[in-house]
C-alpha cells in the first residue's frame, strides 16, 4: 500500500532528523527532532513500513491511498491506562471540582464495583474503551489492573486486559483493601505471593502505588518488596510515583532499573538528577546490587511473543551521546518520566514540571493514565494539548512524548516511530500539521487510523 500526497509526515525516525526534540546535536538532524517529511509517502509492505520519503520519489504500489495534503504521524502509545474496571466516580469528581481534594480513597468503590462485575461485563467495558482509544488516535495501549485487590479478580483482569493488548501491568499493590487494613503485612504477602503467581502469566510488568503521603498506598519497603519479587517473577518494573506529594517513588523506580515512574507531579532535585543518570550510564541504582541483577535480567522475560527482542537490553550509553534516548535497537535501559496532564486537569492540582525534566536530559513519555478515579479521558490528543499549554511543552516535544516516549516507557522499538520496519501504525490527521492537535483542542481531527498495515478507523 502506498500512502501519497501527505502534506506533513511525522517519522520520529533518525534517518530524517527524528532522534527526540531538542536532542537533535548531530549533523543532518532538523531542529524539530522528529523527523518530518514534507510532501511525503509511505509504502507499507506485510503490515511494516518499506519505505517513507518524498511523495516525487515514491516507488510504484498495488493500492494507493491519496491524503490530500493531511498529517500522518505515528500512532499515539499511551503506556499508563487503567481501563478495565466496572462502575463510575462521577459523582466524586464533581465533589472534587466544588472543592473536594484527590487522596486516592475513592479507589475503594472501584475495587467494590470490578468485583461485583461480571467477566461479560468487565470484557465489554474494556473493550469499548480500548476501541474508544484507538478512534482517538491510540494504537499501542498498556493497561494495568489494581481494582481488583484479591486473586480471582486480579487475574480476571489481567487475562481480560490480555485479550486487548500485549502490554499488561500487574497492579495488585494499588491501594491495601478494607479487609487487610490493619494487616498491611498481610497484603504485602498476598501480593507477592499467590497474587502474583495467579497475574505473572498474563503480565509484562508489575507496578506499585508508591505514595506514603497517601494511607492506602504503598511506602518505600512495601513497594521495593513487591517490585523485586515481580522481577524476579519475570516481570518488567514500574511505578507510580510521586504523584501527591514528593517521595521515594522515583529513585526507588531508578534503583529497581524501572522502564518507567509515572505522575512525576512533585520531584525533588535528586529525583530529577536520578532519572538523568539512569540514561547516562552512572546511574545510582548500585546501590541495591539484587535489583540491578534482576533488571538486567528482565530484557527477553514476560515478553509476549510478537514483541521484537533486543528491546531493553543493556545498551552501550556512552554518558553525553545527545542520541542516547532514541527509540530502536540500543536505546537504553534508564528509566522514563511519564507525565498524566489529564490526572492533573481532572484532580485541579498544579501540572509537573516538564522543562525541568526536559533540561535534565530525561525522557518525558506522555499517557492518559484513563481511569474513574483521577483522570477519566482516554484521549491523546487531550493530553497533548494540555502539555503544550499547561506544561510548555513544544508541539513537537508533545508529539515525540506521545509516541517514541510511549514506546521508551514500554521499551519497545516497533512503535512510536516510522522508520523501515516499524509496525505499520499510524494515525491520519484532518490537519495539515502536527501542531494542529494543540492549535485546535477539543476538535476531533483523527481522520484514519491504521494498524499494523490495515485500516482500523
Ligand atoms: O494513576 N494513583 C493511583 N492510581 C490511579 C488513580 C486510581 C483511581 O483514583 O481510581 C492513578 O492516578
Ligand atoms: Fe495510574
Redesign the pocket.
Known sequence: VLLTNIGELVTNDPAHGGSGPGLAGGEGFAPDGIGIVPDAAVVIEEGRIAWTGPASSAPAADDVVDLAGRCVLPGFVDS?S?TV?AGD?AAEFAARMTGEP?T?G??AT?VAATRAASEDDLRARGRALVREMLAQGTTTVEIKS??GQDIATEARTLRIARELTPETTY?GA??VPAEYADDRAGYIDLVTGPMLAACAPHARWVDV?C?PA?PT?FDEDESRAVLLAGLRAGLGARV?GN??AAGPGVRLAVEVGAASV??CTHLTDADVDALAASWSGAASRGFAPEAVRLADAEAGHGRPADVRPGVGQPADVGSGDVRRFDVGPGAGLGTVATL?PA?EFSTRSPYPDARRLLAAGVPVALAT?C?????YSSSMPFVVALAVREMRMSPAEALWSATAGGAAALRRDDVGHLGIGARADLTVLDAPSHTYLSYRPGVPLIHQVWQSGTRAV
Request: charged content about 15%.
Open positions: 499508563h487503567h474496571f466516580r484527590y486516592g475513592g479507589i472501584t489494581g481494582y497492579l494499588h491501594t502505588f505514595e497517601a498506598a507510580h504523584q501527591l509515572d505522575h498524566l490526572v493514565d481511569n474513574p478515579g483521577s483522570g
